[in-house]
């Protein structure tokens, strides 16, 4: 019997040992939530904070001390929004997670300019699989090694990461990570071709496929215990489509691993799918869960492959009642010009401010979605106007935070009836 079969009472069991579980940390995990009365009310946030940094063990030594100027934006953009579940992208991975432990004490921990600290009691990090190197010469060019040719972009193992922070506790033994699923075992899947000769889909050899992950990152199922009832974060950073040539190796990969997670909560669609741990089939009919990550594919605008972003946007379980919206998306789009002036999407759902000429302009990449059975409450994007104070925490190239806006989502989990 697998752990997902067993996840299905964990709520009920969970909420008879609540103190025999982490009394303290519960305890703190349900007085400080956004959450109104009964705990249900529950802030989910994705933010690509651009806490990376180009040498292996530089973000630790930047979180050592708390005089990080970029870390301490970012930690005040979260202290502003105060999320309860939130997944930030681009977090150069560590083995024992200290970077992640460093940005809540010296960051997180210590309020700024005025805005409350924030504790999160829980926090899950695991491997990337950027930086890992794959032996195989992925890009052709020839050569073996560097950033391009390892299991995804990047210059040493788990650079551009991600790490997830909670108020709520995080059922660490229900979790499923999908780091090693191949693409080739993805029925259908877009494998690219190279066009230089007349084989289909022969970009990578038979060998490479052998061992090529779909997942540039990672794939990260984390059940998430709110008001007694389990939610899924499903948290990912599927590869930007760009940085490539006409085989649009890295476009191919970005539409199927955002499909990952599309057929991982449809039930008749996820059998194929298999964890790190072996076990197979995607969630369970009836969960809820919240997609949440930087999906780099806009619907309307950008480079992504045609109907990447709406494989989740048109998913019969997702639930966009509300789009998450800001004033400043607009007001930069107007001022920026370039690309923006030729979009078709609406700026007020931008979440990223790209290079606009020439360049892609900004776009909607980021995104939290949560499932139909989950009511929706609010939804925003944290992208204020100029003349608000906390402007100076997104600002204009060169960023002083990220190039990334955060994204959040208030959804009421049980008590209601879902919306349609
Ligand atoms: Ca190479
Ligand atoms: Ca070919
Ligand atoms: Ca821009």
């Known amino acids: 019997m697998g752990s997902r079969a067993r996840l299905a009472g964990i709520a009920l069991l969970a909420t008879m040992s609540l103190l025999t579980v982490d009394g303290a940390a519960l305890a703190a995990a349900g007085g400080g939530a956004t959450g109104d009365h009964d705990g249900r009310r529950a802030r989910f946030a994705t933010f690509n904070a651009s806490l990376n940094r180009a040498a292996e063990g530089q973000l630790i030594a930047d979180l050592s001390t708390p005089g990080n100027i970029q870390a301490q934006n970012a930690a005040e953009t979260i202290q502003r929004v105060r999320p309860d579940v939130l997944l930030i992208n681009e977090f150069d991975f560590d083995a024992h997670g200290e970077a992640a432990r460093l940005f809540q004490r010296n960051y997180l921990s210590v309020g700024h300019n005025g805005a409350a600290p924030i504790h999160y009691p829980f926090r899950f990090v695991a491997p990337s699989n950027t930086g890992i190197p794959s032996g195989f010469d992925l890009d052709n060019n020839g050569l073996v090694g560097g950033p391009n040719d390892a299991f995804g972009f990047g210059a040493y193992p788990g650079q551009f990461g991600m790490a997830v922070f909670s108020r709520f506790p995080i059922l660490r033994r229900h979790v499923r990570t999908f780091q090693l699923f191949l693409w080739k075992d993805m029925p259908g899947a877009l494998l690219p071709d190279d066009p230089a000769t007349p084989a289909p889909a022969d970009w990578y050899s038979p060998e490479e496929l052998a061992v090529f992950r779909l997942s540039s990152k990672s794939h990260w199922d984390l059940p998430v215990l709110v008001g007694g009832r389990v939610v899924h974060a499903l948290v990912s950073h599927p590869t ?181």
């Open 240 to 420: 930007p489509p760009v940085f490539d040539g006409p085989e649009d190796r890295n476009g191919t990969r970005n539409f199927d691993e955002i499909r990952l997670w599309a057929d991982y909560v449809v039930p008749s669609r996820g059998r194929y799918l298999y964890d790190d741990q072996g076990e197979r089939g995607g969630l369970e009919r009836g969960a809820s869960f919240v997609i949440m990550g930087d999906q780099n594919s806009d619907p309307s605008d950008g480079d992504s492959v045609p109907g990447a972003a709406q494989q989740l946007l048109e998913n019969p379980r997702v639930n966009t009642s509300l789009t998450p919206s800001s004033p400043g998306g607009p007001e930069q789009a107007a001022l920026q010009g370039g690309a923006n002036l030729t979009h078709r999407g609406d700026p007020a759902f931008d979440t990223a401010d790209f290079a606009d000429v020439p360049g892609p302009g900004n776009l909607r990449a980021d995104y939290v979605l949560p499932s139909r059975n989950l009511r929706m409450l609010e939804a925003r994007v944290f992208w204020p106007l100029l003349t608000d104070p906390l402007f100076r925490l997104v600002g204009v190239f060169p960023f002083p935070t990220s190039d990334h806006r955060l994204v959040w989502v208030d959804v009421r989990v049980g008590g209601h009836r879902a919306n349609r």
